[in-house]
């Protein structure tokens, strides 16, 4: 049985050498190993919660895809998507919330400390805190449940979000089962072999310290920059250097081979002068970086290229993601189940009896579907959008004039209905049966 590992990313800035060592390499090189089901995806709504500049977060959104595609992350092996592209995941947020007690909030790390920083400025303790931050933790629960990842890894500060998602799993699995788990209890990984790598003032590579040595913005004329502007101290050419304290040699070593990184912590004892150290660094972290930079300036040369990719990503998403939230909605009342006709047969001997019926409608976003109820008033199957009601009309003339089985393709438990060679709607493969009679008595 596959692990499924689920990564989310934070469109909120421009990727930086840190963000590529400690998130981007290690987690591309985990999603090509056997028996993993790799989603990794863009967490634009989670930005929401701490940026307030559309164009910021619409460039970061391109340039974050555009950076972990370059780097090589395959999407015909993964699911790499955008997380505004996925429907359900504001509407499980929104169910999960229901059923979050506000004490576990209360508790987050981020939500306490942004009281702490109020109360300690003798401020209202709730100033700026907006409802975003405070349920940002439900949010995140929701893009984990949505897939049901067994494994997220995360950072040592995150370890405690994990914790509520189980929490939130656990509360509605009990609320809603009836004997059955709709979600399995993720699991926390943390990688401590993975590098975190110093900024120029030798603290933590951060935005929010203005210490990032850029990845591929700027080129490699920027990373030069960036690299010549590392804080060392003042020892001269020729003197020893202390390389285990050195942040230039923390950086060499996370871009270099056991050997490579031997040899210039020998050559900074014997001397190495700093400039020259610098100047080695750059190649060194050039020779890796420097054919993904030539990727990356290709693909944000081809925006429509990436948004492409996206959307086929965002489509796989969906298939798993559009009948798990079927199933939600019935679980807790939001669509009917089947209920039997009231009268019986009287009722249908008197004319007053319901029949299978298919009901158009349009969707918030405008466009046009459909779906199919049984008698009683169980929703069988919903179509796909479709951009006119003509469209979605001929649709529901070729269901009801094809053979359902040859319409049919199957994918996992999934049956996939086209006509013309365009997707019409999917189902559960167990609902065909039911499909078929529905139809059988229009």
Not at 161 to 171: F, G, P, V
Not at 416 to 426: S, Y
């Amino acid at each position: 049985m596959n692990t499924r590992v689920l990564t989310g990313i934070t469109t909120s800035g421009t990727p930086h050498l840190g963000n590529y060592a400690g998130a981007i390499r290690p987690s591309i090189q985990a999603s090509v190993q056997p028996g993993v089901d790799a989603f990794y995806f863009l967490a634009d709504y989670h930005a929401l919660i701490k940026c307030d500049d559309p164009q910021r977060i619409a460039r970061s959104r391109l340039e974050i895809a555009a950076t972990w595609l370059a780097c090589g992350l395959d999407p015909d092996k993964v699911t790499f998507y955008r997380q505004s592209d996925i429907p359900e995941i504001p509407e499980l947020c929104w169910m999960l919330t229901c059923v979050t007690a506000k004490g576990l909030m209360n508790r987050a790390h981020a939500y306490k400390a942004s009281v702490d920083q109020n109360v300690a400025r003798q401020a209202d303790p709730d100033d700026g805190i907006t409802m975003g931050l405070f349920s940002y933790p439900i949010l995140m629960a929701a893009d984990i449940l949505m897939f049901n990842a067994n494994k997220v890894p995360v950072g040592r500060d995150q370890i405690q979000h994990l914790e509520m998602a189980r929490d939130i799993a656990q509360r509605f699995n009990h609320l809603y089962g009836r004997g059955r788990d709709f979600f399995v209890l993720p699991e926390v990984q943390i990688d401590d072999e993975v590098a975190t790598l110093p900024g120029l003032d030798g603290r933590k590579m951060s935005k929010s310290y203005d210490n990032t040595i850029p990845l591929f913005e700027g080129g490699a004329k920027a990373l030069r920059a960036a690299v010549m502007r590392i804080v060392t101290d003042s020892r001269e050419p020729g003197e020893p250097k202390d390389a285990e304290s050195s942040h230039l040699y923390t950086l060499f070593r996370a871009f270099a081979t056991r050997g490579q990184a031997d040899d210039f912590r020998k050559e900074l004892e014997a001397g190495l002068g700093w400039g020259e150290a610098k100047q080695r660094l750059c190649d060194r972290i050039d020779a890796e970086i420097g054919p993904m930079r030539e990727r990356y300036a290709e693909l944000m040369a081809r925006p429509a290229r990436i948004e492409d990719i996206l959307q086929a990503g965002a489509a796989k998403a969906r298939r798993l993601s559009h009948p798990l939230m079927e199933q939600l909605r019935e679980a807790v009342g939001l669509r009917t189940a089947a209920v039997p006709a009231q009268g019986g047969a009287a009722a249908n001997k008197k004319g007053g009896g319901k029949r299978a019926r298919f009901i158009s409608f349009r969707d918030d976003d405008g466009r046009f579907r459909f779906r199919l109820l049984a008698a009683g008033g169980e929703e069988l199957l919903l179509s796909e959008a479709f951009d006119h009601p003509q469209e979605a009309g001929a649709a529901i003339k070729g269901l009801q004039s094809g053979d359902l089985d040859t319409l049919a393709r199957r994918e996992g438990d999934m049956a996939i209905l086209c006509i013309d060679g365009a997707v019409v709607a999917r189902l559960n493969v167990d609902r065909l049966a039911q499909v078929r009679d529905a139809i059988g008595e229009l």
